[in-house]
């Protein structure tokens, strides 16, 4: 290995973790400047009779919810200091909001670390497939249940 190979390794990390700072931050931002109507529709605090488009293709284009339907507005709602509502709208929407904010400390400890990896590489590995397991367990009870119970 020579030298410009750990220094392109080092930049290409220092960009990862800068990149997903920026991503973590865009959705802070956003989940503040959104708003959930009553219709599930989310605008625009400043434009709000102008919603945005649907954006999971698994729902709009065979009318199934995905895992991950219905983070947006549960975002927005715990924004919005709406415990209640991100709860209903998607059970698991806070432990990917807590992720969402624990970028930020971690991110930053990770470009003042030596290696860019402050916690090593198992726990943020744990964490992530702890997050795909609960996404996908809500999942499957969330279809159960309509399957048990009905819409």
């Not at 895992?67 to 806070?94: E, N, Q, Y």
Request: with cysteine; hydrophobic share 50%; proline share 7%.
């Amino acid at each position: 290995m020579t030298v410009s190979d750990v220094s392109s390794g080092t930049a290409s990390r220092v960009q990862r973790h800068r990149q997903m700072l920026a991503v973590a931050g865009a959705v802070v931002v956003l989940a503040f400047l959104l708003e959930v109507h009553p219709d599930q529709r989310v605008a625009f605090r400043l434009f709000p009779s102008w919603p945005l488009p649907e954006t999971c293709p698994s729902r709009s284009l065979f009318h199934i919810e995905c895992p991950g339907c219905g983070l947006t507005r549960s975002f927005v709602h715990l924004a919005h200091g709406d415990w209640t509502k991100s709860l209903a709208i998607h059970r698991v929407g806070w432990l990917l909001a807590l992720a969402v904010v624990l970028q930020f400390p971690y991110r930053l400890c990770a470009l003042r670390s030596q290696d860019g990896a402050p916690l090593g590489s198992t726990v943020p590995r744990l964490f992530g497939c702890l997050l795909i397991f609960a996404l996908i367990a809500n999942w499957m009870v969330k279809l159960a249940v309509r399957v048990w119970v009905g819409p």
